[in-house]
C-alpha cells in the first residue's frame, strides 16, 4: 500500500482475568480503504474494535491516530481526533425524531450547553446541517419520524447518520447489515459506499458477501491473533482462513 497509514494497532494484547482476548495484534488501516475484520465467534472481533475506538484500554500495545497514540485518551476526546464509531446494538433515543436523534449528536463538539434539559429549539442553529446528513444517509424524507418507528435497516441509516456528525476521517462500523433482509442489505452496501468517500472506514461485518462486495482489504482473527490480511480473493484462499472461518463457503 502506497497510502498513508490512517489508523494503525501496535502489538495491541488485551487480557480478562486471566483470558486473552487479543493477543499481540499489529494492524494498519491505510487512509482512504474500506477495511472489513472478519472470523468465527469469540475471535476476538468485538474487543479489538473496543481498543481502537477507546471503550477499551489495552494491557499493552499501542492504538495511533494518524500516527498519534490515543489508546491512552477517553472516547469522547478520540471522537474529536476523527474517529468515529457505531454499535451492533441500536444507540439511537427512540422518543425523539429523526431530525432530533441527529441535531442532539451535533450538539457535542459545539459551544452550546450539553446538557439533557437544553431546548432542541436552540439546536436549530445546527438545522441545516442535520438535513444534509439525513439527506446523505436515505432519511431526508423522515425528519419528523419518531427512531422508535423505524425499521431495523432505517434505524441503522440513522445510526451511522449520528456517526457522521462529528466530521470523522475514520468511522467504524460494527456489524452494520446485523439481521437485515436482502434489501436492508443492499441499501447499507451502498450508505458505506457513499460515506467511504473521503475518509477511511473499519466495519466487523459477518455476511461475507457483503464483505466481498465493500472490502478493498479484510483481516481475519483467530483466538485474538490476526491470521491473514490482504485482498479478499487471496485471503479466502489462505488455507488457515478456511480452516478457522470461511469453510466451504470459501469455494463457492
Do not use: C
Request: hydrophobic share 40%.
Amino acid at each position: 500500500m502506497t497510502a498513508p497509514v490512517a489508523l494503525e494497532a501496535r502489538n495491541l494484547v488485551k487480557d480478562f482475568r486471566g483470558f486473552r482476548a487479543t493477543n499481540d495484534v499489529t494492524l494498519p488501516i491505510y487512509e482512504g480503504e474500506i477495511h472489513a475484520i472478519i472470523g468465527p465467534n469469540g475471535a476476538g472481533k468485538t474487543t479489538l474494535f473496543n481498543l481502537l475506538s477507546g471503550f477499551l484500554k489495552p494491557t499493552s500495545g499501542e492504538v495511533r491516530l494518524f500516527g498519534e497514540r490515543i489508546d491512552t485518551l477517553p472516547p469522547h476526546r478520540i471522537v474529536r481526533r476523527g474517529l468515529s464509531r457505531s454499535f451492533q446494538i441500536s444507540s439511537v433515543f427512540p422518543t425523539l425524531t429523526v431530525r432530533e436523534n441527529v441535531l442532539v449528536a451535533l450538539q457535542s463538539p459545539t459551544a452550546l450547553p450539553g446538557q439533557f434539559w437544553t431546548p432542541l429549539s436552540r439546536l436549530e442553529t445546527l438545522g441545516a446541517r442535520a438535513d444534509e446528513i439525513l439527506a446523505d444517509v436515505g432519511l431526508g424524507a423522515a425528519p419528523g419520524r419518531l427512531a422508535a418507528d423505524l425499521s431495523h435497516g432505517e434505524k441503522r441509516q440513522l445510526e451511522i447518520g449520528i456517526s457522521l456528525t462529528q466530521d470523522p476521517r475514520v468511522l467504524l462500523l460494527d456489524e452494520p447489515t446485523s439481521g437485515m433482509g436482502s434489501e436492508g442489505i443492499a441499501r447499507v452496501i451502498a450508505l458505506v459506499r457513499q460515506v467511504a468517500r473521503g475518509r477511511t472506514v473499519v466495519l466487523v461485518e459477518h455476511n461475507m458477501s457483503v464483505v466481498s462486495e465493500l472490502a478493498d482489504r479484510i483481516s481475519v482473527l483467530q483466538y485474538g491473533s490476526v491470521i491473514a490480511s490482504g485482498r479478499y480473493d487471496d485471503v479466502r484462499q489462505d488455507p488457515r482462513v478456511i480452516e478457522a472461518y470461511l469453510g466451504e463457503e470459501a469455494h463457492g
